[in-house]
């Protein structure tokens, strides 16, 4: 599983990295450290933070950064994947919007998107594509 650094969960949450501290720090969302002392946030974990604090709009906060669909691309983490027999239905959190993007099974397994994987949803009328992101 995927793990995010403060300042990479802070930009897929919309929050500045001093307020994604200030909440590890309150045990609101778990952390760990890497060999050299980082503190890391497991994806699924933070998936699970980024659902319940969109439940609640105004739990960013001032001073948050405003996300913006520049070319209708909106950057998050995957947050739920239920796989049928041949479609797919994937949720991605990208700060406080939830995008929900219906596609093949296959074209699921072929990306490997799983639950707590970064992930860009590019909109396009009424249609929502999933790109998978790999970053170091």
Known sequence: MRSYSIGRAARLLGVSPDTVRRWADAGRVPTTRDPAGKRLIDGTDLAAFAVSLAADPGEAGEGSEPFTSARNAFPGIITAVKLGDVAAQVE?????????????????????????????????????????????
């Not at 406080?96 to 219906?102: D, Q």
């Not at 799983?114 to 998978?132: L, Q």
């Open 92 to 136: 991605v959190q990208a700060g406080p919007h939830r995008l929900v993007s219906l596609l093949t099974r296959e074209a699921v397994e072929e990306l490997g998107l799983t639950i707590g994987m970064e992930a860009v949803a590019r909109v396009k009328a009424t249609s929502v594509h999933i790109d998978r992101r790999d970053l170091p």
